[in-house]
C-alpha cells in the first residue's frame, strides 16, 4: 500500500511539474483598439503594454495594436478581427472602442480604458461596479465637482459657461450632464456646444467664445485630436479654456484637474494578468477609477491671456 501512495504521490508531484511548465510557457496574444491616436490614448495603451510586458514577460505576450484613426466602422473590423483571431483578451481604449468590442463579443474577456462611464457605454442600468459582461477595465473620470471647484476658483466673476463636447461621444455628454449640475451650483448659466465632428468645430467654438465668458472642454477624444483648432479661435476671441485632461490643457487650455493617463493604463494592465494568468472573473471584476488628479496649468496660455494660478498648481512640462 505504501508503495502504491509513493507511486500516486511522485505521479502527482510529475503532473504539477509539466503543469507549472506549461503555465510558464504559454503564449498570450493580446489585441489591443484605440480609437485614436493622441497623447492621452497613447499613454494609456504604453501603460498596458508596459504593465502586462513586466508581468508576463516580453516573450510570452504578443500584442496585436491597431488604431482606428477616430472611425467607428473602424473600430467594428477591427474588433471582428481580433474575434477571428481568437486573441486571448482585447484591450479597448476610449468609448467608440469599447463599444464595438462589447459587440463583437460575448466570450473573449475585454478590458477598457480611458473610457468615461462604463454605464453609460454599455447601456447598464442599476450599476454597480461591475458589468456582469465579459467586460471590464479603468475608467478616467477625473473628480468633476474637484473640476467645477478649480474653475470657479480660477473665474469667480464668470457669469456664462460654455461646455464645448463632441455629440458623437457619449462619454463627454455625461460629462457635460455632471458638470453642469456642479457649476449651477455655483451660480453660472450653463451652455452646452455640441460638434458633430472636426468639420464643424471651428464655427462650433467661435459660437461658444461668441456667448460666454470661459469654456470647459471635457474628456473628448475628438476635442484632443484637434486642440490647435480650438486654440485658433479661443486665443483670438480672449476665452479661457478649462480641460478635462492634460493633453487637452496642454494644446488649447488654461487649467485641468487631470490624470495619469501612463498610469490608467498601467492599472489595466495589471488587471489583464490577473484575468489571462489567475483566472480573475472579469465579469465581476470592478471597474477601477482614475488614481489622484492633480491641478495642472498651462503656463504658455495662461501668460498669453493674463491669468494667474493659484500656487497649488503644476505647470504642464
Known sequence: MKKILSIIVA????????SGTAAEDKNYTVGVLQLIQHV??????????????????ADHVTFDIQNASGDSANCTTIANGFVSANVDLIMANATPALQAC????????????????YATALDIDNWNGSTGLNISGTCDLAPM???????????????????????????????VNVITEYLTAYGYECKPFAFAD?????????????????????????????TETIANV???????????????????????????YYDLGYATGLMAYEVLVNGADVSTLPVETAPNAVKEYNADMCATLGITVPEDYVAIQ
Open 145 to 175: 465637482q474637484g473640476q467645477a471647484d478649480m474653475l470657479h476658483e480660477l473665474f469667480p466673476d464668470a457669469a456664462k459657461v460654455g461646455l464645448l463636447y463632441c455629440s458623437a461621444e457619449p462619454n463627454s455628454l455625461y460629462q
Open 102 to 117: 462589447a459587440a463583437a463579443t460575448v466570450d473573449i474577456p475585454i478590458l477598457g480604458t480611458s473610457v468615461t462611464d
Open 11 to 18: 505521479l502527482c508531484m510529475c503532473l504539477a511539474c509539466i
Open 234 to 260: 479661443t486665443i483670438p476671441a480672449g476665452k479661457p479654456v478649462v480641460a478635462g485632461e492634460e493633453g487637452i490643457c496642454k494644446g488649447c487650455g488654461v487649467a485641468t484637474l487631470s490624470i495619469s
Open 198 to 226: 472636426s468639420n464643424d468645430l471651428a464655427s462650433v467654438t467661435q459660437n461658444a467664445c461668441d456667448e460666454c465668458d470661459v469654456l470647459y472642454v471635457p474628456t473628448d477624444n475628438t476635442a484632443a485630436s484637434y
Open 40 to 57: 492621452a490614448l497613447d499613454a494609456a495603451t504604453q501603460g498596458f503594454v508596459d504593465a502586462l510586458t513586466e508581468k508576463l514577460g
